[in-house]
C-alpha cells in the first residue's frame, strides 16, 4: 500500500527546521510521491532546492497562485513561462481564482489564468486548479477552451454535488484533503455519490490539517487519515482507496512511479 501526495507546499519555511523529519515521516507512512504546487516567482528557488535535496519523492509544478495575482502580474507571468520553457515540470499549478477575500484583482485573475491554461494546453500538462468562492468564474474560464482539451484536478474540492460533477464533466479530478473529516464538512454527503476514480489524495500542508492533527501544522503523513475518513465513506478498506487514489495520480501527473 502507498500515497501520492498531490498538493503540498513543503517548501513553506514552515518546515524549514524540521524537513527531513517530514519527509522521513511521510515515507514511514507509505507515502511515494509528493507533488508542489508553485506560486509566485518568490516560491519558486525554494521549491526547486526541495526537489534537489529529495529528488526521488519532491516534484514541482509552475504557475501563479490568484492570490498572489497583483499590479505585478504580467512580470510574474513573464517569469512563470521563462522557467517553463527552460525545464520540466509535471503541471501548471496552483492558478485559478480566488474571490473570498478580495476582488480587487479579479480581471487581472481571468487574464492570468486563461494565460496559464495555454499553457497547459501548449506543453500538455494539467492544471492544479485554486477555485475559492470562485467556481463558476473558473469554468467560464475553461469553457473558452475546446472540450477536454484541459484536464487537471480542483485543488481542495468544496463545492457541491452539481460543481463536483461539472468538474468531473469537464475533465478534471477532484483533490480530497483534510477538511472531508472535518465534522460539519460537507464533502461526505457528496463523495457518496462520486466514484473514486476522480478523487485524488493531497493534505495542501502545511494547511488544513485532517482529525485529529487540526488546528497543527499539516504534512504529508497525514494522508492516511484523509484516507481512512474517505473508506469509512465509501465503505471499503483503506487499501483500495490508496490504490486507486494513487492509479489516478499516475494518470494526472502522466507518470508510472
Known amino acids: ?31 511515494t510521491k509528493i507533488y508542489m504546487p508553485n506560486i509566485d516567482s518568490h516560491s519558486i528557488e525554494p521549491m526547486l532546492r526541495c526537489e534537489e535535496k529529495y529528488p526521488d519523492i519532491c516534484v514541482p509544478m ?24 527552460k525545464r520540466k515540470f509535471v503541471a501548471i499549478g496552483e492558478v485559478g481564482i480566488d474571490l473570498y477575500h478580495d476582488k480587487t484583482y479579479y480581471k487581472q485573475q481571468e487574464i492570468a489564468f486563461e494565460a496559464q491554461c495555454n499553457w497547459a494546453l501548449n506543453y500538455s500538462l ?37 460543481d463536483a460533477e461539472v468538474a468531473i464533466e469537464l475533465g478534471f479530478d477532484l483533490g480530497i484533503g483534510g477538511t472531508v473529516t472535518y465534522k460539519n464538512s460537507g464533502l461526505k454527503e ?58 489516478n495520480a499516475k494518470r494526472l501527473f502522466k507518470t508510472t512511479r
Open 62 to 85: 509552475i504557475g501563479l497562485h490568484p492570490s498572489y495575482v497583483d499590479e505585478n502580474y504580467v512580470s510574474e507571468l513573464e517569469i512563470m513561462e521563462k522557467w517553463l520553457q
Open 126 to 162: 494539467p492544471l492544479i486548479i485554486h477555485s475559492r468562492s470562485a467556481f463558476y468564474e473558473t469554468v467560464k474560464i475553461i469553457k473558452k477552451f475546446p472540450a477536454n482539451t484541459l484536464t487537471g484536478v480542483f485543488h481542495c474540492f468544496s463545492g457541491s454535488l452539481q
Open 190 to 247: 457528496i463523495l457518496t455519490h462520486i466514484s473514486l476514480e476522480h478523487l485524488v489524495l493531497e493534505t495542501d500542508c502545511p494547511y488544513l490539517s485532517p482529525v485529529p492533527h487540526r488546528g497543527k501544522r499539516n504534512e504529508p503523513s497525514y494522508l492516511s487519515n484523509i484516507a481512512a475518513q474517505i473508506a469509512q465513506i465509501k465503505d471499503i478498506g483503506i487499501d483500495e482507496i490508496a490504490k486507486i487514489t494513487s492509479i
Open 1 to 31: 500500500m502507498h500515497y501520492i501526495e498531490t498538493h503540498a507546499h513543503l517548501y513553506n519555511n514552515e518546515f524549514d527546521h524540521d524537513r527531513d523529519q517530514v519527509i522521513h515521516r511521510a515515507i514511514a507512512n507509505n507515502v
